[in-house]
Structure formats: structure tokens, C-alpha cells
């Protein structure tokens, strides 16, 4: 039975990605609104030795046997960064395979050095910035407490800067009436100028979140969105849609995909995409 490694995950935006989880559920510094692990019952803060490093090498090896994904990623059942082995783990993966490496975070301990420092070799880095307004941050973030959204900011402006070059899709989670404001596009924008990215994904509901008062937006609001960011000096911009069927399907490994739909719900629809019948 497999414990640590799941999928691989039909994802929207990594093709097929095998998912590494490094900490236990639910470990998070924040409890985000639309989070398709669901709510956060106690907030984390402090980064942890969660998992037997071992186990979960034997696990990839196990499965990398079968099974060559786009993308190994980091993600799962809480923010990747509070694990204290996950550079021992990248490091691992570097040096033993071909795949190229992927982060999913919240960004905010991207503003901690070792965590740089650990995550350098990771050939794309997806941190979250839904908005600059911090009562809108804390809004649909919901972090704990004595945090804010300058200390996310101040994580991307510490990753910009540092030795890091491998790709950096910069997310932002469209929720209408929220985060499809104007003015809070603008200022957003006005900081995007200061940080590096290469895209910048406008994402919404796909599963089941948190918060059952979180709806998908609209294409049209998405548009607008984009339109607003357009204006405001940001072009590298990609709305995130469905995930295409692949050409080769996979064979259905039961404990992997068991693992998958604990972590999150996934529909029928989505699983045949790239798993055989």
C-alpha cells in the first residue's frame, strides 16, 4: 500500500503529475477557502520531519518502474515547505531520475532562506498570491495568525532574487466578487512588476473546496480579469481550463489511485482522461 506517493494526478496544468506527500493530513499555515484537501482543523506553523524519508524513495522507484510522468510534484495533504526533509527529497529525485520537479505552494515560507535554499534545483515553482489586499488575503487565505500578505510577498520577492532558475508559474485564485475587483487587480499588477514570473495562471474552482460558498468563475470573469491585468502591464498571462485527454492511457495502479482520491475528490470524467478502463 502506498502511503507518501499518489496518482499520477490528472492535472489542468502539469499533464499527468505524480504526487509526493511529504506531510501528514492536514499540516498548513493556512486554511484557504477553496482547498480541494478540504478545511485545515489546526493551523501549522512550524516546519516538521513528517514522513520516513525511506519509504518514500522506495515508493517512487517503485512506481517510476511502470510509470514516467511530466512532473513529480510536490502537494497533497498540506503545504510542501513545512517539511524539513523536502530538499533531501529533491535532491533524491535529481539524482536518481529523469523527471522534472515541480512545487505547489502557498508561498509564504518561500520568505525563509533555507527554504530557498532547499528548493533550487525544482524545475517549476507554482506559489499562490490571490490578491495584495490584505483584508482579501486573509479572507480567502484564512492563515494563522500574525500573518499577512506582505510576508507572501516578501517570499516572492526573495525567490526573484535569488540564484533560482528553473520556470515560476505565479497563481492567483479568481473568486468573483473577491478577487475580480479592479482596484485590487491594479495593485497587483503594480507588484507583479517587481517580481520575477514566467506565467501567471488565473485558476478557479475545478473540485469540491473548502467552503461550499466557493463557486467556479465564470469564463467571462476570467476574461476580465485577464483584460485588467493586460492593461495594467502584465501579458504573460494563461486562464487555466480543462485538462486534455492524453494519447497513451495508463494502467490503473488501485493503491495509487486510492491514495489520490484521499487527498482530494476527483471525477470520473477526469480520471478517464489518462487512466485506461
Not at 506527500?21 to 482547498?35: G, I, Q
Not at 503594480?190 to 514566467?198: A, H, K, M, N, T
Not at 492511457?249 to 489518462?274: F, P, T
Request: overall charge neutral; proline content about 3%.
Amino acid at each position: 500500500m502506498y502511503k507518501h506517493v499518489f496518482g499520477p494526478v490528472p492535472s489542468r496544468r502539469l499533464g499527468v503529475s505524480l504526487g509526493v506527500d511529504l506531510v501528514k493530513p492536514k499540516s498548513c499555515n493556512m486554511n484557504c477557502v477553496f482547498c480541494e484537501c478540504g478545511a485545515t482543523p489546526k493551523l501549522s506553523t512550524k516546519r516538521e520531519s513528517f514522513k520516513d524519508i525511506k519509504e518514500v524513495e522506495e515508493e517512487l522507484k517503485s512506481v517510476l518502474k511502470d510509470i514516467t510522468p511530466d512532473y513529480i510534484t510536490f502537494s497533497g495533504s498540506g503545504e510542501p515547505t513545512l517539511s524539513k526533509d523536502l530538499g533531501k527529497i529533491i535532491k533524491w529525485i535529481k539524482a536518481n531520475t529523469d523527471v522534472k520537479v515541480c512545487l505547489i505552494t502557498n508561498g509564504l515560507l518561500l520568505k525563509e532562506n533555507e527554504v530557498i535554499e532547499e528548493i533550487l534545483d525544482v524545475d517549476l515553482i507554482i506559489p499562490t498570491l490571490n490578491s495584495v489586499n490584505n483584508e482579501v488575503f486573509h479572507k480567502i487565505n484564512r492563515p494563522a495568525e500574525n500573518i499577512d500578505v506582505a510576508m507572501v510577498m516578501e517570499g516572492l520577492k526573495k525567490l526573484s532574487a535569488s540564484s533560482y532558475k528553473g520556470k515560476i508559474y505565479l497563481e492567483t485564485f479568481i473568486i468573483e466578487g473577491l478577487t475580480d475587483r479592479k482596484e485590487d487587480i491594479e495593485k497587483m499588477a503594480s507588484f507583479l512588476q517587481e517580481i520575477r514570473f514566467d506565467k501567471l495562471q488565473l485558476n478557479s474552482l475545478a473540485r469540491r473546496g473548502a467552503e461550499s460558498w466557493v463557486k467556479p468563475a465564470s469564463l467571462e470573469c476570467l476574461k476580465n480579469v485577464e483584460k485588467i491585468f493586460h492593461e495594467n502591464g502584465i501579458k504573460n498571462i494563461e486562464i487555466v481550463k480543462e485538462m486534455k485527454e492524453i494519447e497513451k492511457k495508463l494502467d490503473i495502479k488501485k493503491d495509487l489511485l486510492e491514495n489520490m482520491k484521499a487527498k482530494r475528490a476527483y471525477s470520473e470524467e477526469e480520471i478517464e482522461k489518462i487512466f485506461k478502463k
